[in-house]
């Protein structure tokens, strides 16, 4: 399509399904959503089964991942393309799903960046939860801790998720850079912010329908 492999290409919309980086798929989309539109599905897990196997595929042990994800962590990967939310060609679903990751061992001259004793053989889906629909930078709001304050701090994320100060920074980067967030002024050496109303959103999702190619942007800075 245009030069590039999707998905899966329907009637009238392009679904491209990313479970890595949005990185390696950012050139792709910023292309596509100029002529069509595309949906982008992450899916996210929130809970996670590790199972086992020995060379001979005989399961050794099956435990649950104290690792859960949560629909927050989506920034991690929307910092690469974070004003593409707001054109009006793009939307993206999240399923928050349980999985199971079979684990088995390295099989001889394999080589990893960093020392481990198992390489990842395969991902199993075993239930979708939910599916989250984000159309417009409003409904990134959404994804917000419930009980956050009306002018909330990075720090204010940290405490109420419990993630690290990267993804609360990263989350507030991509909610200013769509504009579903506004900065407003400092508390001590942390910035506050405050949601925009809707319908200044929708204003300035409307400006974006000629977007054909965000500018890149930089990385989030302290905050």
Known sequence: MDGFVVDVAGQNELVEIQTGSFASARRKL????????VALVHPIPIEKWLVSVD?????LRRRRSPKRGIALDVFDELVHIPRLIAHPNFRIELPLI???EVRGPIPEGARYRYPRE???LDRRLIEVVETLRIDTPADLLCLLPHGLPDE?????IVASTGRSRRLAMRTVYCLERSGAIARLARRGRLVTYARVEPAAV??????SAGLRSPSRSSRPRPM
């Not at 910023?30 to 539109?37: D, F, I, K, S």
């Not at 060379?55 to 399961?59: F, L, Q």
């Open 152 to 156: 909330f701090t990075t720090a204010d």
């Open 55 to 59: 060379a001979e595929g005989v399961i």
């Open 98 to 100: 349980c999985e199971e």
């Open 118 to 120: 198992w390489w990842r």
């Open 30 to 37: 910023e292309r596509l959503v100029a002529t069509h539109h």
């Open 202 to 207: 929708i204003s300035r999702r409307s400006r």
